[in-house]
């Protein structure tokens, strides 16, 4: 590990959650913190129930870093914890809602409106990068 | 809230992470533990040095979950601890390496192999679903 331990520390933009979610305090805000792919990374804090809404072309992963939070479907409710995902496949009318602050991780195509198809107070069309 | 605390619990595929990640031993071996938008959620436990490669066609994210990593590339390190993710965009050889065992989360398109089109003792092109 000679050469690990001699070469010099260049961190190229790696991210460091906990420093992201200090950054902001508004909740269902979603902050962009990551591309690839096509793909975005974000990050969120929320409290309370969101809006019903489908996301017709994009399935959404939602990974809890922090709290809990509930993810209800029409006909079931997934409750997640911290360290625990689930994925809302595209298509499927869903709802978050967080009774206690929660901090989470979304995984979703560049380009997907945390409301899909409805307007609602909270609509972000271009997140924040932060 | 009268709705949520009256709704069946009915968990969907959720995913626990601490759960998937107790069903295996083996190290630089990528489970897969989720699908969406064509690309796949991977857990792996890491310790030592893997191969140098490139991912010619797939920026690939590492999200630690547990302990500490390095991923180096030619030109520079980036050490990773829990909470931290970063992502090697395609073209860049990198080598992960890890001095203790840890655990860390992949994002990257569906079909990625671990090793890119190096062939080596490591090299996993259909990653065990669990």
Do not use: C
């Not at 200090?22 to 990050?43: A, C, I, M, R, Y």
């Not at 409750?79 to 989470?104: Q, T």
């Not at 979304?106 to 609509?123: D, K, M, Q, S």
């Amino acid at each position: 590990m000679a050469r690990l331990e001699s070469s010099s520390v260049i961190e190229m933009n790696k991210i460091n959650l906990a420093e992201k979610f200090s950054l902001f305090d508004e909740t269902w805000t979603p902050k962009l913190v990551g591309e690839l792919n096509g793909q975005h990374v974000k990050l969120a804090k929320i409290k309370g129930e969101f809006v019903w809404h489908t996301h017709d072309n994009a399935d959404e992963m939602f990974l809890v870093i922090k709290g809990s939070i509930t993810i209800e479907l029409r006909d079931q409710r997934v409750d997640l914890n911290e360290g625990e995902f689930f994925i809302v496949p595209r298509g499927v009318e869903h709802r978050p809602i967080a009774v206690d602050e929660a901090h989470i991780m979304l995984f979703e195509p560049a380009g997907t409106v945390n409301t899909g198809a409805v307007e609602y107070e909270f609509t972000v069309r271009d997140p924040e990068r932060i």
